[in-house]
């Protein structure tokens, strides 16, 4: 365990409906983030986090909406997504150097 | 965009052995990571490196940094079959916070 918890684990979600995840840390970390990986593709940095203000956003689809009420808790709102948009989606948290990843949530789109 | 490239891109030994995987990146950094990630599960923190450090080791772990070739790579001394996982190097790029850009990792297969 490394002290950040996603929920679902596991999400199937037709292209119409709209979900949210979840990632949860009492690390006291200032930072989060939301990372896809997808097969065979390195590990794409979606969005971050700082302070519980949002500093990065790479280029992500508007379908794909974050929010951070407070600095333990991130969400990721999921809407009108494609099949393409299958991938394990991993949230993360530091205090500045390491990065501690909850396990996931392997999202299916059908 | 990518930063962080790592070599190969899989690698199967037997128990015992030594393996080894390289990273070489694009830009300058702060300093270089090394993480894990066992099948479909998060990442797991195993070493990090400092840009004024040359080598560092961790049990069976040691990690050697060339900035100057803008390369790293990590050594696992007496392979186990439990070290069976990927291998991504991470190099932190952000402005505020640390922004993980990582490669597409190494598959390591370590059969008994």
């Known amino acids: 365990e490394t002290g950040v918890t996603q929920t679902p684990r596991h999400l199937v979600m037709g292209m119409t409906n709209k979900k949210s995840l979840k990632c949860e840390q009492h690390?006291?970390?200032?930072?989060m983030y939301w990372y896809k990986q997808s097969a065979k593709k390195p590990l794409e940095l979606m969005f971050v986090y700082s302070l519980e203000e949002r500093v990065e956003n790479n280029s992500v689809p508007s379908r794909f909406s974050p929010e951070c009420p407070n600095s333990s808790h991130l969400f990721l709102h999921l809407h009108t997504l494609q099949p393409e948009d299958s991938a394990l989606y991993l949230c993360?948290?530091?205090?500045?150097?390491?990065?501690?990843f909850g396990q996931g949530t392997r999202l299916t789109v059908v | 965009s990518q930063q962080g490239e790592e070599d190969p891109q899989a690698l199967s030994i037997q128990e015992g052995e030594n393996a080894t995987m390289n990273c070489s990146y694009k830009t300058s950094i702060n300093n270089l990571q090394w993480y894990r990630q066992n099948s479909g599960r998060g990442l797991v923190h195993l070493i990090l490196i400092r840009s004024n450090e040359r080598e560092k080791h961790s049990g069976r772990l040691r990690v050697t940094l060339d900035t100057s070739k803008k390369s790293s790579s990590l050594l696992i001394t007496a392979s186990r079959a439990a070290d069976t996982a990927s291998y991504f190097c991470a190099t932190d790029v952000g402005q505020a916070g640390t922004a993980l850009i990582f490669g597409k990792g190494t598959t390591l297969s370590v059969s008994s």
């Open positions: 993360a948290s530091s205090l500045g150097t390491e990065a501690f």
């Open positions: 690390l006291g970390h200032n930072a």
